[in-house]
């Protein structure tokens, strides 16, 4: 789920919760039991922490043939899931999905949280300080009303009572749980996802994720309390999407010319001749670090939803079905990272969730105008092998020139709020390879067009998605997530996005930048952080 990793980043970072419903037909299901699957047993951890040092989980995402902690064993990598790691600019925890409720609707549900350094912004403060930002985002679309929003964000500020600038932040390893608690000034919001059996990202755990805050409509200022509980369970375990010990993931390549002024080094030409557009086969034979050119990547492909609901107001839906994704990634960005970023990189992700098989298909294209494209589809869960630390091996992924995602035509939508242009709907094909199926799959987003979010002041469209098409020459239907980046608008709105909107009695109206207040504060701390430290200068003096 690149959105917060590679946009939140550079801007203050975000925790997110995202609910989306409306009115269809049920399409996900509970498919096999864990016990029917082709995953391997839970890898077996030490109950007691082991007390591995935050620095001992490395400090920049690159390429290692040499394990890191996380690498080493399955307690190791507990513990990396267990630890915050104030090292890296961005460490997330995601979970996202489809809901089905009892009474036939589809619903989406994405819950977050974040944790970002402001030592990249200014590397002279005199103690590190971490932004936590824990939100809320609701989106009933058969009503086609849009996005609800809430926030618990602030500094990350732990053991001490939170304010309305800072949240209290906690990450436990047993049980694991991720706690984020915050406070309007008279309630206290909070969001905490937990391991309530097993062992974070082994297979047969059950989490519960609740959130208890106000939100409401952007720029209405009218807020209303919200609950959300949801209690999943993991049938197949956690997948390694990236290469070596310690889960290299790649989303950008050079070509040897520089970026933003930095030399750079070709890695474009040997990875399309030498290695037939295979990275994985280019960092085993050449050891290239790609430092700071992507994350470290982990995800629960397919959770069985047990139990939902969510209260808003006096609106009340859940349900015993769905199926959601996880997703954890670090990141750090480095002076090339922070360039490409900046200037105009864009993505379109799907993660693909198969409860039937109990498989995740992993697919997206990349693009920066100074690095070109890269693209990276991957498929893991049942007929996963197991890495030594008890993360899953993908069954399958495909070179780059194997990948082709594109835009459908006709169906560009413009959007009145942002003006940016987006495609919502791609075709995507996977060419048949040596241990790889063909895949032929349309992604079309759901209920079109109430699912484009502000995510601090950038708009972004994502949400839930169906996908219909053929895997191996057999037939596959259901729903994914999915990450479209649009074209940012370089004059006023056009295009047939406002009869459309017009049609469904929207109200349009601009959307308000959800991190407004927490920028503030930051500068209000940054301010005084510096103070006490000219203070401190002086009084040493």
Known sequence: MLLRAAVSTVLFGTVVVAAVGGDGTATAAHGREASALAVPPACVSSSVDPGIP?????????????????????????AYLSTGLPQYDSQSFEFFGELVGSDGSTNSVAMMSQGNPLSWLDPSLPIPITVEEAGFIFNRLGENAGPIIGGVDGLALPDLPPTT????????????????????????????????TGAPGAVGTSYLLTAA??????????????????????????VQWGYGPNDF????????????????????????????GDIGAYLAATNDPMTGQGSQYYSMPVLH???????????SVGGTSGTLWFDNLTETYNETANYIVRNGYQWTEFSMMMPETGQ????????QADVGDLYYAMLAGEGSTQNVNGTLVPTANWSQSAIEVEAVPGSEWTSPQSCYVYTLADHVTLAAGEGRPAVDVVFSAVDHPFQE?????????????????????????????????????TGGC?????????????????????????VLAGAVLLAVLRRRARLADKHRV
């Open 54 to 78: 935050a620095t001992d989980f490395g400090d920049i995402a690159q390429y290692s043939a040499i394990p890191l902690a996380q690498g080493v064993d399955c307690t190791g990598f507990r």
């Open 453 to 489: 979010i502000d995510v601090l002041g950038r708009a972004v469209y994502e949400g839930l998605f169906s996908y219909t098409g053929t895997i191996d020459g057999q037939a596959v239907s259901g729903r994914a997530w999915g990450e479209i980046q649009g074209t940012p608008p």
């Open 213 to 238: 805050l106000t939100t409401g409509y952007a720029g209405s200022g009218v807020t209303e309390p919200t609950t959300f509980e949801a209690l999943v369970t993991d049938p197949t375990g956690i």
């Open 165 to 196: 600038a800072t949240a209290d932040i906690s990450i436990d390893y047993e049980p694991w749980s991720i706690d984020v608690l915050g406070t309007t000034g008279s309630e206290v919001e909070w969001i905490s996802m937990t391991a309530i």
């Open 305 to 315: 939803v047990d139990e939902w609901s969510i209260t808003r107001g006096g609106l």
């Open 360 to 367: 995740g298909l992993l697919v997206a294209k990349t693009s």
């Open 249 to 276: 993931f790649p989303l950008w390549m050079f070509d040897g010319t520089p970026v933003g002024g930095i030399p750079t080094d070709d890695q474009r030409g040997p990875i399309t001749n030498d290695y037939g």
């Open 494 to 518: 056009g295009g047939d996005s406002a009869p459309a909107l017009a049609a469904t009695g929207q109200e349009v109206a601009p959307m308000a930048p959800a991190a407004a207040l927490l």
